[in-house]
Each structure stands twice: as C-alpha cells, then as structure tokens.
C-alpha cells in the first residue's frame, strides 16, 4: 500500500467509534497511511432542544460545534497510538452518501458498531446496506468489543470465498493484509447442503456429496494459488457444509479479522447483498472487512483534499 493512502473514519463520539479510530490508527502506523477522520450532521426541518420548560431552536453552527467536538477528541485518541499522521473535517450530509461518495479517493474506510444506533448502524438502517454495496474502496466494520481481548494486533484472519472470478477481490486483500499484519490466513469455502433445511437439502441422494465436496476444494485450491501469484504466504483452506453467513459468524469468535466481497455467484461473496449482510456485520465479534468486486489499491491524487486538510 503506498504510504500516501488515506484511512476514512467514521466518528459520532461513542466508545465503539473510538474503537474503529483506534482500528484504524494501529493500521495506519504500520503502513504510513495518513488517517482522515470525519462526522457528519444534517440540519433537520426543525431541530430543538428542552430550555427550561420551553424549547431552542438549535442552529446550524451548534450542531458544527458538536460535530467538531467529536472530531477533535477522535483525532486525540488516534494520535495516542502512535506516530500516525491524522486530519479530520465534518460534513454535512447523510452518513451512508457522504461516506459512499468520499469512498472513491480513499483506500479504507473504518466505522464502529454497537449494535444499538452507532455509526455502522446508521448505515445498516435505514440506508439497508448502501455503504459495503456501494462502496469503491475496502469498508472495515469494528464491532462492540465483548471480551477483554484487543481488535489488534491482527493475529489470525479468515477469508469466505465462492470461487468466483469476483471473490478473488477478497482472496487478494485478505493475503494483503495477512502479510501486512504477519497474520494467519485461513481461506473458507461454503456448501450449504446441511440436513434438514440446508439450502441445498433438495439435492437428489443420487448426487455424490464427496465428489461435490472434492469439487468445490479444488475451486478454491485453484482461486487462493491463483490470488498468491507465488508470494509465499501460508493459507489454510477448508471446505465445510453449513450456512455461509452463520459460519462467519462462529468464526468471528476465534479470528481478529473476517474479510469477505461484496459481490459473487452465491456463498461468502454473495452474502452481503441482502439481509445476510446486516446478520454477518451486526453478529460478528471481531471486525470485518467487506471488499467491492475488482477492488485495486490505490493511492489518492497527492492535490486532494486529505493532503490539504
């Protein structure tokens, strides 16, 4: 990654989007990036708040105040992890558009969720999933953090994949930031067969579940060589019979990183297309990391607004 990369972080002064500011901080001082933090805020039809048994019509510069408190403490917090270089700017706006928008001349963008109204969950409300389907560059969601383990550094990372042209996006950034973080990769393939009401279940018995099976590992032996192109980088590979978002989710509990596309034929890629994607990134006990099809790095033109900010 070329040190004159941007990290875009999403702040709305919670202890969970701190968590994402610290994220990406760590991420940020090994690779030299510089780390860009933003919050935005949108002035209502008519916005008021209690005054004394009455009521004050807030104006638009209270709500920049606000917004530039939160911006001011998230760049504090960044710089206590290190030598990292930090901007932040507010923005008006709605969170998913802003975020989309800035997502064309950054390489990362970091947001924290805790399930209850924060950054990430703005976005996976009402705007459903508009800012990992939408999304020209990596999205990493950082959860609430439930045990006394830290996000980073990142030790083990687990990549889903359907074998698809389109999920070697994912394949590629995940060998990436294995090598980046010295991590353990491990790369996933789905077969939803499961007995009962697996998605797959109507199969006829005459079809040879092993020889499927054989298949699909075969497909993915192929895609991870294909997306290592002789680097030399250790990546178990395991084919299992299961649903592709609840195996991401159980092996959120183990990882530090669960890294998968956007797009695809079906399985881990295709999972974050509808209501699977806000069931993966609402469960999942460690961060994820959702790559866009024919994702490439990038470096933003060194004139743009980060470096001026």
């Known amino acids: 990654m070329a040190s004159t990369d941007v990290i875009l972080v999403g702040a709305d ?13 760590d991420r940020a001082v090994r690779t030299g990036a510089r780390l860009h933090i933003i919050c935005t805020y949108a002035l209502a039809s008519y916005s008021a708040a209690a005054l004394d048994g009455g009521y004050a019509v807030l104006d638009d510069e209270a709500l920049r105040q606000g917004a530039q408190q939160v911006v001011d403490e998230a760049i504090a917090h ?11 700017s507010i923005e008006p706006g709605d969170p998913a558009a802003v975020l989309v928008e800035m997502s064309r001349e950054v390489g990362m963008i970091v947001v924290g969720s805790r399930g209850g109204g924060g950054f990430a969950d703005r976005l996976l409300g009402t705007v459903s999933s508009a800012l990992p389907a939408h999304s020209k560059c990596p999205v990493v969601v950082v959860p609430r953090r439930t045990s006394g383990k830290a996000f980073t550094p990142v030790e083990r990372i687990v990549v889903g994949t359907d074998g698809s042209d389109v999920a070697s996006s994912a394949l590629h950034r995940a060998i990436d930031e294995a090598i980046l973080w010295k991590a353990d990769l491990t790369a996933v393939s789905a077969i939803p067969i499961a007995s009962g009401g697996g998605m797959m279940s109507w199969l006829p018995t005459s079809v040879d579940r092993d020889a499927l099976f054989k298949e699909v590992r075969q497909g993915l032996n192929a895609a991870v060589d294909k997306a290592l192109d002789g680097r030399d980088v250790e990546v178990a590979r395991h084919v299992l019979d299961g649903n592709p978002s609840s195996l991401l989710i159980e092996f959120s509990t183990a990882v530090d990183l669960v890294v998968v596309g956007t797009r695809g034929r079906g399985g881990f890629a295709g999972v974050l297309l509808g209501s699977t994607s806000q069931m993966v990134l609402s469960h999942s006990t460690c961060p ?10 990038r470096a933003p033109d060194p004139g743009a607004r980060w470096e001026r900010r």
């Open 78 to 88: 960044a710089r206590a992890r290190g030598d990292v270089r930090v901007g932040g």
């Open 13 to 25: 002064g919670s202890t969970e989007s701190l968590a994402a500011v610290a994220w990406a901080a």
């Open 288 to 297: 994820v990391m959702v790559v866009p099809s024919a994702h490439k790095d």
